[in-house]
Structures are given as C-alpha cells and as structure tokens.
C-alpha cells in the first residue's frame, strides 16, 4: 500500500528558505510523475512543480519559477522540494502527489493524481 508523508513546514520570514520532504513507501517514487501542489485557504489547490516519469525532467508554475527547486532522492525514495526567496502569498498547505497515469507535466491536474499526502502547513510572514 502507498504512502506519502510531507514534512519540512514551518513559518518563515520574506526572503527566507524551507525544504519539504516527501517520503514514499509502497512504490518506486522514479517509476511515476509525481508532484508538489499547494493549497492556500479559500483557494483551489495549484501545481506548483512536478517531476517527469519518462525523463525526469522538472516544471515549474511561473509563481514559482527561479525559486523552487522540486528534485527526488532514488534511494531514499523521497521527493524534495527547496523553495527559496519565499514571499506571504507562498503560504499555503503544501502537498505531494504521485500519478499512475502517462501523463505530461505541461498538461496535468489535480484529477491527474491518485494518491496524496497529508500536507504540511508553510507560512510566510511579512
């Protein structure tokens, strides 16, 4: 059975740094797209960064582009995601998300993905 487990939230100052894990049991994180979404209260949860099955490569929304960093670790089996130069409209509740579908990072959405952390909380103070 699969599981995903974030951690690494926190609160943090403008301008500041947080990495979040994602901690994969059950399944190969190198085998399937996975991703990183975010959800601020009273807002529709967004992708902000995912990680291609066919090649690995990453996208990034353009919120975000330049300063997160998603990557994954094969033999830890987990997911990271570095954000940097975090500004207040980065809060959010943060989490990771694999997909079973051929699906393209250019093209996907939350229906995309199969199975969800719990998410981890980041606030970013003014």
């Known amino acids: 059975q699969l599981h995903l487990v974030e951690s690494g939230g926190g609160l943090v100052e403008t301008g500041g740094s947080l990495r979040l894990s994602c901690a994969a049991s059950?399944?190969?994180?190198?085998?399937?797209?996975a991703a990183w979404f975010r959800q601020a209260p009273g807002k529709e949860r967004e992708g902000v960064a995912c990680i291609s099955r066919s090649n690995g490569q990453t996208y990034y929304s353009d919120s975000v582009k330049g300063r997160f960093t998603m990557s994954r670790n094969h033999p830890e089996n987990t997911l990271y995601l570095q954000m940097d130069s975090l500004k207040p409209e980065d809060t959010a509740v943060y989490f990771c998300?694999?997909?079973?579908?051929?699906?393209?990072?250019?093209?996907?959405?939350?229906?995309?993905?199969?199975?969800w952390g719990q998410g981890t909380q980041v606030t970013v103070s003014s």
């Open positions: 059950g399944l190969s994180l190198g085998t399937y797209n």
């Open positions: 998300a694999i997909s079973l579908k051929f699906i393209s990072c250019s093209d996907h959405g939350v229906e995309d993905y199969n199975f």
